[in-house]
C-alpha cells in the first residue's frame, strides 16, 4: 500500500511568522509532488507542484523535496489568518495515473 | 481553461435509495477522471479512476459504481445508499499531471 504520511495537527503559528508543513512517501517511484489547500466545507485547490529535488519558490510559498528521504514540505513565509485552511500533500504512484493524499495537516494563523 | 463540473452541491438521501452523482468536464479533451471521497476530519480516498470513455478502475470495493459513457462525463452511482456512504464526494481532472477538484457534493446518508 503507498502511502503518503502527514502530521494532523493542528498546528498553530502566530500571524507574521513562517508555518512548516512536513511529509513522506513510501513510494520511491514517485516523481510528482502537490500541495493543496482546503478550507472546511470547500473542495481541495493547488497551491505547489515540484517534481526535482530542491526548493521551489511561489510567493509565499515554498516548496522543498527530498528525494533520497521521501519527504516533502512547505514553508508558508508571513503568515496571514486566511491561510488558517487544511494542507494536504499528494504524491503520484510509479506506473499508475493516480495521487495519493495525506491526511492533512490543520493550520491556524493566529491574530 | 479547463473546469470541473459537479452537482448537486448537497444532498440528503435516506438509506437503501438510489444515488446519481454527475461531473462533466470544459476545456480540455481526452482527461483522465477521478472520483474521490472525504469523510468528515479525514484524507481523500480514491474511489474511481477513468483515463477514457468505458474504461473504469475500481480503488475500494463497496457499493457504488461510476461510468464514463462521454469524454467528459463521469458519473457516480449506488442502487442502494448505506449510512457509511455519508461524505464529501469530488470530482476531478487531471491535466499536465495535476489534479484539479470541482466544486464537491456532501451527501448526508440518513
Known amino acids: 500500500q503507498k502511502e503518503v504520511e502527514q502530521n494532523s495537527g493542528p498546528l498553530s503559528v502566530p500571524e507574521g511568522a513562517i508555518a512548516s508543513l512536513n511529509c513522506t512517501y513510501s513510494?520511491?517511484?514517485?516523481?510528482?509532488f502537490f500541495w493543496y489547500r482546503q478550507y472546511s466545507g470547500k473542495s481541495p485547490e493547488l497551491i505547489m507542484s515540484?517534481?526535482?529535488?530542491g526548493d521551489k519558490e511561489d510567493g509565499r510559498f515554498t516548496a522543498q523535496l527530498n528525494k533520497a528521504s521521501q519527504y516533502v514540505s512547505l514553508l508558508i513565509r508571513d503568515s496571514q489568518p486566511s491561510d488558517s485552511a487544511t494542507y494536504l500533500c499528494?504524491?503520484?504512484?510509479?506506473?499508475?495515473?493516480?495521487?495519493?493524499f495525506g491526511q492533512g495537516t490543520r493550520l491556524t494563523i493566529n491574530p | 481553461s479547463q473546469t470541473i463540473h459537479q452537482w448537486p452541491a448537497t444532498l440528503v438521501q435516506p438509506v437503501g435509495s438510489p444515488l446519481s452523482l454527475e461531473c462533466t468536464v470544459e476545456g480540455t479533451s481526452n482527461p483522465n477522471l477521478y472520483w474521490y471521497r472525504q469523510a468528515a476530519g479525514r484524507g481523500l480516498q480514491l474511489l474511481f479512476y477513468s483515463v477514457g470513455i468505458g474504461q473504469i478502475s475500481s480503488e475500494v470495493p463497496q457499493n457504488l459504481s461510476a461510468s464514463r459513457p462521454q469524454d467528459r462525463q463521469f458519473i457516480l452511482s449506488s442502487k442502494k445508499l448505506l449510512l457509511s456512504d455519508s461524505g464529501f464526494y469530488l470530482c476531478?481532472?487531471?491535466?499536465?499531471?495535476?489534479?484539479?477538484f470541482g466544486s464537491g457534493t456532501q451527501l448526508s446518508v440518513l
Open positions: 515540484i517534481y526535482s529535488n
Open positions: 476531478c481532472g487531471q491535466f499536465n499531471e495535476k489534479l484539479f
Open positions: 513510494d520511491r517511484g514517485s516523481q510528482s
Open positions: 499528494a504524491a503520484s504512484i510509479q506506473g499508475a495515473q493516480k495521487l495519493v
